[in-house]
């Protein structure tokens, strides 16, 4: 039972230091001096666009992660290595010829 009573205490001490932290911070960004609490409230402009940045960094990720299941499917089987190879041989030797 001791140590539910020490986690909570530790737990508030650590929240307590964080907050001051957030605090220190807020003061310094917003030249505030330090007899005032600093709350910052977040807007809906501010939430939409942190929504479409999770939003594009998320379908970025999943981009890349089918990229490379594909990449490593077309390195692990012959059949479909073989055109693979071609293809990427055409498009550099086509690539070539627009360069010159």
């Known amino acids: ?7 909570g205490l530790v737990n508030d001490i650590k929240r307590e ?17 330090n007899q005032y609490v600093v709350v910052e409230k977040s807007n809906t402009g501010k939430f939409l666009i942190n929504l479409i940045i999770r939003l594009v960094k998320g379908a970025a990720t999943i981009c890349i992660l089918i ?18 190879l071609k293809v990427i041989t055409d498009t550099f030797v086509q690539l070539k010829i627009l360069t010159n």
């Open 17 to 33: 230091k964080i907050e001051a932290a957030e605090q220190k911070k807020l003061r310094e960004k917003y030249d505030i001096p």
């Open 67 to 84: 990229l490379a299941i594909i990449g490593l499917y077309t390195l692990i089987y012959e059949e479909i290595r073989q055109p693979f």
């Open 1 to 7: 039972m001791s140590d539910k009573f020490g986690k």
